[in-house]
Protein backbone atom coordinates (compact mmCIF):
# COMPACT_ATOMS: atom_id res chain seq x y z
CA UNK A 1 0.00 0.00 0.00
CA UNK A 2 1.04 3.45 -1.15
CA UNK A 3 -1.16 5.71 0.49
CA UNK A 4 -4.11 5.89 2.91
CA UNK A 5 -6.51 2.84 3.14
CA UNK A 6 -9.75 3.76 2.47
CA UNK A 7 -12.09 4.21 5.22
CA UNK A 8 -14.99 1.73 5.46
CA UNK A 9 -16.27 -0.45 8.25
CA UNK A 10 -13.76 -3.01 7.21
CA UNK A 11 -10.68 -0.93 7.47
CA UNK A 12 -11.69 0.94 10.40
CA UNK A 13 -11.98 -2.10 12.56
CA UNK A 14 -8.71 -2.94 11.89
CA UNK A 15 -7.69 -0.22 13.32
CA UNK A 16 -6.99 -0.11 16.79
CA UNK A 17 -9.77 1.83 19.25
CA UNK A 18 -10.07 2.13 22.58
CA UNK A 19 -13.41 2.66 24.56
CA UNK A 20 -13.93 4.33 27.91
CA UNK A 21 -17.95 4.16 27.92
CA UNK A 22 -19.15 0.81 27.09
CA UNK A 23 -22.42 -0.78 29.44
CA UNK A 24 -22.01 -4.47 30.05
CA UNK A 25 -25.81 -4.69 30.10
CA UNK A 26 -26.06 -2.62 27.18
CA UNK A 27 -23.94 -4.71 25.00
CA UNK A 28 -25.69 -8.22 25.38
CA UNK A 29 -25.68 -10.80 22.09
CA UNK A 30 -29.86 -10.86 21.82
CA UNK A 31 -29.11 -14.95 21.57
CA UNK A 32 -27.54 -14.62 24.76
CA UNK A 33 -30.52 -12.65 26.12
CA UNK A 34 -32.87 -15.26 25.17
CA UNK A 35 -30.39 -18.48 26.08
CA UNK A 36 -29.91 -17.09 29.92
CA UNK A 37 -33.72 -15.89 30.10
CA UNK A 38 -34.65 -20.00 29.23
CA UNK A 39 -31.88 -20.91 31.89
CA UNK A 40 -33.04 -18.28 34.73
CA UNK A 41 -37.10 -18.68 33.66
CA UNK A 42 -37.45 -15.48 33.03
CA UNK A 43 -41.02 -15.22 30.51
CA UNK A 44 -41.19 -11.20 29.95
CA UNK A 45 -38.75 -10.54 26.70
CA UNK A 46 -40.67 -8.58 23.96
CA UNK A 47 -39.72 -10.89 21.17
CA UNK A 48 -38.44 -14.74 20.74
CA UNK A 49 -36.00 -15.05 17.95
CA UNK A 50 -32.24 -13.08 18.39
CA UNK A 51 -33.18 -10.97 14.92
CA UNK A 52 -36.60 -9.52 16.15
CA UNK A 53 -35.25 -9.08 19.56
CA UNK A 54 -32.04 -7.22 18.87
CA UNK A 55 -34.78 -4.92 16.32
CA UNK A 56 -36.73 -4.76 19.43
CA UNK A 57 -33.91 -2.85 21.79
CA UNK A 58 -32.89 -0.77 19.01
CA UNK A 59 -36.16 0.18 18.48
CA UNK A 60 -37.64 0.51 22.06
CA UNK A 61 -33.63 3.05 22.76
CA UNK A 62 -35.15 5.47 19.76
CA UNK A 63 -37.69 7.45 21.77
CA UNK A 64 -36.10 10.70 22.49
CA UNK A 65 -36.39 10.24 26.14
CA UNK A 66 -33.66 8.62 28.53
CA UNK A 67 -36.23 7.59 30.88
CA UNK A 68 -37.53 5.64 28.12
CA UNK A 69 -34.33 4.38 26.65
CA UNK A 70 -33.39 3.52 30.46
CA UNK A 71 -36.17 0.81 30.57
CA UNK A 72 -35.13 -1.15 28.02
CA UNK A 73 -32.46 -2.52 30.43
CA UNK A 74 -35.17 -4.22 32.50
CA UNK A 75 -34.73 -7.17 30.34
CA UNK A 76 -30.93 -7.61 30.37
CA UNK A 77 -30.07 -7.21 33.90
CA UNK A 78 -33.43 -9.38 34.21
CA UNK A 79 -30.90 -11.88 33.15
CA UNK A 80 -27.78 -11.29 34.56
CA UNK A 81 -28.92 -11.94 37.90
CA UNK A 82 -26.13 -15.70 38.49
CA UNK A 83 -22.77 -16.30 38.71
CA UNK A 84 -22.73 -18.09 35.15
CA UNK A 85 -25.04 -15.57 33.69
CA UNK A 86 -22.38 -12.48 34.23
CA UNK A 87 -19.60 -14.56 33.73
CA UNK A 88 -21.11 -15.59 30.49
CA UNK A 89 -22.27 -11.82 29.27
CA UNK A 90 -18.52 -10.29 30.62
CA UNK A 91 -16.51 -13.65 28.41
CA UNK A 92 -18.44 -12.48 25.44
CA UNK A 93 -18.20 -8.67 25.94
CA UNK A 94 -14.97 -8.41 26.13
CA UNK A 95 -14.52 -11.01 22.50
CA UNK A 96 -17.10 -8.96 20.98
CA UNK A 97 -15.04 -5.73 21.38
CA UNK A 98 -11.50 -7.51 20.09
CA UNK A 99 -13.35 -8.67 17.00
CA UNK A 100 -14.03 -4.99 16.50
CA UNK A 101 -10.26 -3.92 17.28
CA UNK A 102 -10.65 -2.32 20.22
CA UNK A 103 -7.24 -3.20 22.35
CA UNK A 104 -8.06 -1.25 25.25
CA UNK A 105 -11.62 -1.43 27.17
CA UNK A 106 -13.02 0.03 30.18
CA UNK A 107 -16.61 -1.73 30.91
CA UNK A 108 -19.14 -0.51 33.41
CA UNK A 109 -21.77 -2.07 35.43
CA UNK A 110 -23.79 -1.18 38.48
CA UNK A 111 -23.51 -4.34 40.64
CA UNK A 112 -26.49 -3.37 42.93
CA UNK A 113 -29.17 -4.85 39.72
CA UNK A 114 -27.35 -8.04 40.06
CA UNK A 115 -28.76 -9.32 43.48
CA UNK A 116 -31.92 -10.48 43.06
CA UNK A 117 -30.78 -14.61 43.03
CA UNK A 118 -28.68 -13.92 46.41
CA UNK A 119 -25.54 -12.88 44.93
CA UNK A 120 -23.42 -10.67 47.25
CA UNK A 121 -22.22 -6.99 45.74
CA UNK A 122 -18.75 -8.81 45.94
CA UNK A 123 -19.56 -11.90 44.42
CA UNK A 124 -21.09 -10.04 41.54
CA UNK A 125 -17.95 -8.52 40.84
CA UNK A 126 -15.78 -11.89 41.48
CA UNK A 127 -17.81 -13.52 38.77
CA UNK A 128 -17.78 -10.51 36.13
CA UNK A 129 -14.17 -9.97 36.45
CA UNK A 130 -14.11 -13.84 35.91
CA UNK A 131 -15.38 -13.57 32.69
CA UNK A 132 -13.74 -10.33 30.99
CA UNK A 133 -10.23 -12.35 32.03
CA UNK A 134 -11.52 -15.68 30.20
CA UNK A 135 -12.54 -13.11 27.30
CA UNK A 136 -9.20 -12.10 27.07
CA UNK A 137 -7.49 -14.81 27.14
CA UNK A 138 -9.90 -16.69 24.20
CA UNK A 139 -9.43 -13.29 22.52
CA UNK A 140 -5.81 -13.06 22.67
CA UNK A 141 -5.37 -16.89 22.14
CA UNK A 142 -7.14 -15.95 18.51
CA UNK A 143 -4.50 -13.41 17.42
CA UNK A 144 -6.85 -9.92 18.95
CA UNK A 145 -5.15 -8.83 22.53
CA UNK A 146 -7.15 -6.48 24.56
CA UNK A 147 -7.20 -4.94 28.16
CA UNK A 148 -10.40 -5.19 29.92
CA UNK A 149 -10.77 -2.53 32.85
CA UNK A 150 -14.19 -2.80 34.98
CA UNK A 151 -15.74 0.47 36.31
CA UNK A 152 -18.35 0.01 38.82
CA UNK A 153 -21.31 2.05 38.86
CA UNK A 154 -23.58 3.42 41.37
CA UNK A 155 -27.42 4.49 40.65
CA UNK A 156 -27.69 7.80 41.14
CA UNK A 157 -31.54 7.72 42.51
CA UNK A 158 -30.70 4.88 44.88
CA UNK A 159 -28.72 5.47 48.33
CA UNK A 160 -26.15 2.91 47.53
CA UNK A 161 -22.88 4.96 46.35
CA UNK A 162 -20.85 5.39 49.00
CA UNK A 163 -21.37 1.36 49.42
CA UNK A 164 -20.49 0.97 46.00
CA UNK A 165 -17.70 3.53 45.87
CA UNK A 166 -16.17 1.12 48.70
CA UNK A 167 -16.56 -1.93 46.48
CA UNK A 168 -14.38 -0.41 43.98
CA UNK A 169 -11.73 0.16 46.33
CA UNK A 170 -11.91 -3.50 47.78
CA UNK A 171 -11.46 -4.86 44.00
CA UNK A 172 -9.72 -1.81 42.55
CA UNK A 173 -5.96 -4.27 42.57
CA UNK A 174 -8.01 -7.54 41.13
CA UNK A 175 -9.43 -5.73 38.13
CA UNK A 176 -11.71 -3.09 38.73
CA UNK A 177 -9.95 0.32 37.56
CA UNK A 178 -13.01 3.01 38.87
CA UNK A 179 -16.36 3.93 39.85
CA UNK A 180 -19.01 6.09 38.29
CA UNK A 181 -22.91 7.37 38.93
CA UNK A 182 -25.83 6.83 36.49
CA UNK A 183 -28.99 7.22 35.71
CA UNK A 184 -31.76 9.50 35.35
CA UNK A 185 -29.89 12.96 35.59
CA UNK A 186 -33.30 15.14 36.61
CA UNK A 187 -33.80 15.58 40.53
CA UNK A 188 -30.77 13.08 41.19
CA UNK A 189 -28.20 15.95 40.95
CA UNK A 190 -23.84 14.37 41.31
CA UNK A 191 -23.96 16.17 44.85
CA UNK A 192 -26.21 13.91 46.53
CA UNK A 193 -23.18 11.39 46.26
CA UNK A 194 -20.46 13.58 47.82
CA UNK A 195 -19.96 11.39 50.03
CA UNK A 196 -18.93 8.60 47.56
CA UNK A 197 -17.05 11.08 45.77
CA UNK A 198 -15.10 12.01 48.81
CA UNK A 199 -13.88 8.82 49.54
CA UNK A 200 -12.52 7.70 46.09
CA UNK A 201 -10.59 10.79 46.57
CA UNK A 202 -9.54 10.25 49.85
CA UNK A 203 -8.24 6.83 48.60
CA UNK A 204 -6.73 7.88 45.36
CA UNK A 205 -9.06 6.29 42.99
CA UNK A 206 -10.45 6.96 39.85
CA UNK A 207 -13.86 8.08 39.06
CA UNK A 208 -16.32 9.44 36.28
CA UNK A 209 -19.58 11.03 36.25
CA UNK A 210 -22.23 10.60 34.11
CA UNK A 211 -23.30 14.48 33.36
CA UNK A 212 -24.65 16.57 30.84
CA UNK A 213 -26.79 14.17 28.80
CA UNK A 214 -30.45 14.55 29.91
CA UNK A 215 -29.52 17.49 31.80
CA UNK A 216 -27.73 20.82 31.00
CA UNK A 217 -24.87 23.24 32.27
CA UNK A 218 -25.84 22.69 36.47
CA UNK A 219 -25.16 18.52 36.41
CA UNK A 220 -21.90 19.24 34.76
CA UNK A 221 -20.64 21.88 36.69
CA UNK A 222 -21.75 20.44 39.84
CA UNK A 223 -19.54 17.00 38.59
CA UNK A 224 -16.47 19.40 38.11
CA UNK A 225 -16.87 22.09 40.89
CA UNK A 226 -18.07 20.19 43.76
CA UNK A 227 -17.37 16.18 43.33
CA UNK A 228 -13.97 16.70 41.07
CA UNK A 229 -14.78 13.99 38.66
CA UNK A 230 -11.37 12.97 36.14
CA UNK A 231 -13.75 12.45 33.47
CA UNK A 232 -17.52 13.34 32.12
CA UNK A 233 -20.07 10.68 30.76
CA UNK A 234 -21.12 11.98 27.77
CA UNK A 235 -20.62 15.65 28.85
CA UNK A 236 -22.00 16.67 25.79
CA UNK A 237 -24.31 19.91 27.19
CA UNK A 238 -21.36 21.14 27.43
CA UNK A 239 -21.96 23.54 24.98
CA UNK A 240 -25.13 25.04 26.79
CA UNK A 241 -21.41 27.17 28.14
CA UNK A 242 -20.23 27.51 24.42
CA UNK A 243 -21.69 30.46 22.37
CA UNK A 244 -21.88 30.86 19.01
CA UNK A 245 -23.43 34.05 18.24
CA UNK A 246 -20.33 35.27 17.15
CA UNK A 247 -18.02 34.45 14.34
CA UNK A 248 -15.83 32.63 16.79
CA UNK A 249 -17.47 30.46 19.80
CA UNK A 250 -17.19 32.27 22.80
CA UNK A 251 -16.40 29.53 25.86
CA UNK A 252 -18.00 30.75 29.15
CA UNK A 253 -16.29 29.96 32.92
CA UNK A 254 -17.23 25.89 32.72
CA UNK A 255 -16.57 25.57 29.24
CA UNK A 256 -13.09 26.96 29.83
CA UNK A 257 -12.32 25.00 32.97
CA UNK A 258 -13.22 21.70 31.09
CA UNK A 259 -11.06 22.26 28.68
CA UNK A 260 -7.80 24.17 30.10
CA UNK A 261 -7.93 20.79 32.72
CA UNK A 262 -8.49 18.57 29.80
CA UNK A 263 -11.32 16.80 31.40
CA UNK A 264 -12.24 13.99 28.72
CA UNK A 265 -15.81 13.93 27.08
CA UNK A 266 -16.87 10.36 27.18
CA UNK A 267 -19.03 11.37 24.03
CA UNK A 268 -21.49 8.36 22.39
CA UNK A 269 -22.92 10.30 19.05
CA UNK A 270 -25.22 7.31 18.64
CA UNK A 271 -26.77 7.09 21.92
CA UNK A 272 -26.89 10.79 22.33
CA UNK A 273 -29.13 11.41 19.51
CA UNK A 274 -31.36 8.36 20.93
CA UNK A 275 -31.64 9.78 24.55
CA UNK A 276 -32.44 13.50 22.79
CA UNK A 277 -29.36 15.26 24.22
CA UNK A 278 -29.03 15.67 20.42
CA UNK A 279 -31.40 16.00 18.10
CA UNK A 280 -29.21 14.37 15.03
CA UNK A 281 -26.01 13.12 14.25
CA UNK A 282 -25.63 15.88 11.67
CA UNK A 283 -26.09 18.60 14.79
CA UNK A 284 -23.93 16.65 17.48
CA UNK A 285 -21.27 18.84 18.78
CA UNK A 286 -18.28 16.43 18.16
CA UNK A 287 -16.96 17.95 15.56
CA UNK A 288 -17.17 21.79 17.20
CA UNK A 289 -15.88 20.36 20.43
CA UNK A 290 -13.38 18.76 18.44
CA UNK A 291 -11.93 21.73 16.66
CA UNK A 292 -12.02 23.62 20.31
CA UNK A 293 -9.55 21.64 21.27
CA UNK A 294 -11.56 19.68 23.94
CA UNK A 295 -10.44 16.21 25.01
CA UNK A 296 -13.22 14.06 23.42
CA UNK A 297 -13.34 10.48 22.52
CA UNK A 298 -15.76 7.92 20.73
CA UNK A 299 -17.52 5.71 22.67
CA UNK A 300 -20.59 3.33 22.46
CA UNK A 301 -22.50 3.47 25.37
CA UNK A 302 -24.93 0.50 24.71
CA UNK A 303 -23.94 -1.37 21.57
CA UNK A 304 -27.32 -3.66 22.15
CA UNK A 305 -29.73 -0.80 21.86
CA UNK A 306 -27.90 1.37 19.66
CA UNK A 307 -27.24 -1.64 17.16
CA UNK A 308 -23.93 -0.29 17.00
CA UNK A 309 -19.80 -0.72 17.94
CA UNK A 310 -16.91 1.26 17.72
CA UNK A 311 -16.08 0.91 14.14
CA UNK A 312 -19.77 1.84 13.52
CA UNK A 313 -19.33 5.01 15.88
CA UNK A 314 -16.48 5.53 14.13
CA UNK A 315 -17.90 5.36 10.96
CA UNK A 316 -20.58 7.59 11.45
CA UNK A 317 -18.16 10.37 12.33
CA UNK A 318 -16.49 10.51 9.24
CA UNK A 319 -19.51 10.34 6.64
CA UNK A 320 -21.24 13.18 9.02
CA UNK A 321 -17.62 15.36 9.38
CA UNK A 322 -15.15 14.34 6.56
CA UNK A 323 -12.63 13.03 9.26
CA UNK A 324 -9.69 10.90 8.14
CA UNK A 325 -7.30 8.17 9.54
CA UNK A 326 -5.55 10.93 11.91
CA UNK A 327 -8.40 12.56 13.50
CA UNK A 328 -9.65 9.00 14.81
CA UNK A 329 -6.22 8.52 15.60
CA UNK A 330 -6.22 11.13 17.69
CA UNK A 331 -9.85 10.60 19.36
CA UNK A 332 -8.28 7.00 20.19
CA UNK A 333 -4.88 8.76 21.64
CA UNK A 334 -7.35 10.76 23.72
CA UNK A 335 -8.98 8.05 25.25
CA UNK A 336 -5.78 6.31 26.22
CA UNK A 337 -4.75 9.44 27.70
CA UNK A 338 -7.79 9.41 29.94
CA UNK A 339 -8.10 5.73 30.42
CA UNK A 340 -7.82 4.33 34.56
CA UNK A 341 -4.49 3.00 34.23
CA UNK A 342 -1.34 3.48 35.10
CA UNK A 343 0.83 5.92 33.06
CA UNK A 344 3.25 3.64 31.63
CA UNK A 345 0.74 1.19 30.86
CA UNK A 346 -1.06 3.87 28.98
CA UNK A 347 2.01 4.67 27.20
CA UNK A 348 2.89 1.40 26.05
CA UNK A 349 -0.34 0.80 24.73
CA UNK A 350 -0.24 3.98 22.74
CA UNK A 351 3.27 3.53 21.31
CA UNK A 352 3.26 0.13 20.97
CA UNK A 353 -0.29 -0.53 19.88
CA UNK A 354 -1.78 2.46 18.39
CA UNK A 355 0.69 4.30 16.82
CA UNK A 356 2.00 1.66 14.52
CA UNK A 357 -1.38 0.33 13.78
CA UNK A 358 -2.51 3.72 12.63
CA UNK A 359 0.65 3.90 10.54
CA UNK A 360 -0.43 0.96 8.58
CA UNK A 361 -3.47 2.41 7.95
CA UNK A 362 -2.41 5.48 6.90
CA UNK A 363 -0.01 4.09 4.04
Known amino acids: ?92 CAL ?24 SLDEVVEHTLAGFREGEQLAAEAGMPIRVVCLLTAMRHAARSLEIAELTVRWRDRGVGGFDIAGAEAGYPPSRHLDAFEYMRANCAHFTIHAGEAFGLPSIHEAVAFCGCERLGHGVRI ?15 VANYV ?48 DTSMSREMLKLVNTFGYGWSDLERFTINAMKSAFIAFPERLRIIDEVIKPGYAVLLG
Open 239 to 253: TDDISDSESEPKLGL
Open 96 to 119: DLAEDGVVYAEVRFAPEQHLERGL
Open 259 to 306: RDQRIPLELCPSSNVQTGAVTSLEKHPFDLLARLRFRVTVNTDNRLMS
Open 1 to 92: MTGPMPLTLASIRQAPKAVLHDHLDGGLRPATVLDLAAQCGYDQLPAQDAAALGNWFRDAADSGSLERYLETFAHTTAVMQTAEGLHRVARE
